[in-house]
């Protein structure tokens, strides 16, 4: 179960040195879909920023990066926006199975419970971390389920936010040639 975090980090951890402050899941069992979604994406350095940008767009949101370290999902959309002064990503998927976006459940009277490797911050669950390492319960009939957890590297010395960039080629893509 603590495998979920390491394919959706894989953007932050690639060679390309990517950051984020927080990731947040939420899925609705009810139409098997969910929502991931990463704020404040940065790179660690001024240095690495226009190549951790140029990663980001070509890797992830053009490329199949997202759909290789997440073959349980069918993704529906991927993008880039503002929010609050930072940049931040948004993923769309529909899911087959629970264990295809790692919730897991015991039987059918037990709770779904969701472990990842960062930290939990916010939930509509029960941070169970105190007994379980980074681990979320909800009770068996609730149908959407959130939860937030630390990116790993939150705001390190040095680091850069990727906004700019971000701004820089929406405003070269408006403009006409």
């Known amino acids: 179960m603590k ?13 390309g040195c990517l950051e984020v402050e927080t990731i947040s899941f939420s899925f609705d069992l009810s139409s098997m879909t969910g929502e991931l979604r990463y704020i404040d ?19 992830y949101v053009e490329g199949g990066a997202l ?6 999902w069918t993704i529906t959309s991927k993008e880039l926006y503002e929010a609050d002064g930072v ?6 998927f529909a ?9 897991y459940k015991h039987d059918k009277k037990s709770p779904y419970i969701f ?3 960062e930290t939990v911050v916010s939930t509509n669950g029960t941070d169970i971390s105190d ?44 403009s006409p040639e």
């Open 41 to 59: 994406i940065r790179s660690d350095s001024e240095s690495n920023a226009d190549e951790d940008y140029a990663k980001l767009v070509t890797d």
């Open 115 to 117: 472990c990842a490797d």
């Open 87 to 92: 940049l931040n990503g948004r993923v769309r």
């Open 131 to 174: 007994v379980l390492d980074d681990c979320v319960v909800w009770e068996r009939k609730q149908k959407e389920l959130e939860v937030s957890m630390a990116g790993g590297t939150g705001k390190a010395d040095g680091s850069v936010s990727l906004l700019g960039r971000h701004q820089a080629a929406q405003r070269e893509q408006a």
């Open 67 to 72: 759909e290789k370290d997440h073959p349980g």
């Open 95 to 103: 899911f087959r199975t629970l264990d295809s976006v790692h919730i």
């Open 3 to 15: 495998r979920l975090v390491l394919p959706v980090l894989s953007l932050l951890v690639a060679p």
